[in-house]
């Protein structure tokens, strides 16, 4: 349901599975929580970093749709300079 928010007083996406690309080429996949002064605060985020991760980042991406998010962080804040674009888990082919 557009417009819906679960929880009122957050915004749209909270609690929603997002990708956020990072300016440092880092990928971040989880669940978001806030947008606030410090940056984007998630939860049970699994990140991709292509200097140490030997997959493709698409390949990675779909093992994460396939077998669910492999969180290695359970709350982290990237900070407003390294949060890129923000698109929703559930929109990827």
Do not use: C
Not at 64 to 72: C, I, L
Request: aromatic share 8%.
């Amino acid at each position: 349901m557009t417009g819906h928010v679960f929880h009122p007083g957050h915004d749209e996406l909270h609690g929603v599975t997002v990708v956020i690309t990072g300016a440092s080429g880092r990928t971040y996949v989880g669940r978001w929580h806030e947008r606030g002064p410090r940056g984007i605060t998630m939860r049970d985020v699994a990140i991709h970093d292509p200097s140490s991760n030997p997959l493709v980042l698409e390949v990675w991406l779909g093992k994460q749709q396939k077998f669910g998010v492999a969180a290695t962080e359970k709350h982290l804040v990237i900070p407003i300079e390294e949060a890129g674009s923000v698109r929703r888990f559930d929109s990827f082919p």
